[in-house]
């Protein structure tokens, strides 16, 4: 005879440090790229221009 045992995901999250510790992960860097999304998308443009052209030239990728 086979039973089962119904649990919820905070119960195995719970039980499992890692899994908590991985979805955790998962929420915080789902957070910080909302904010960095808003933060560019809120920004005068030759602020964010800058950054990214910036950003290019330290990853030596040509653009212009």
């Given at each position: 005879m086979?039973?089962?045992i119904a649990t919820s995901k905070a119960d195995?999250?719970?039980s499992n440090p890692a899994l908590a510790s991985s979805s955790l992960q998962?929420?915080?860097a789902a957070i910080l790229g909302m904010v960095v999304l808003m933060g560019v998308?809120?920004?005068p443009m030759d602020v964010v221009h800058n950054a990214a052209h910036d950003a290019r030239h330290s990853f030596a990728f040509p653009c212009h």
């Open positions: 086979i039973t089962s195995i999250a719970a998962m929420a915080a998308g809120f920004a």
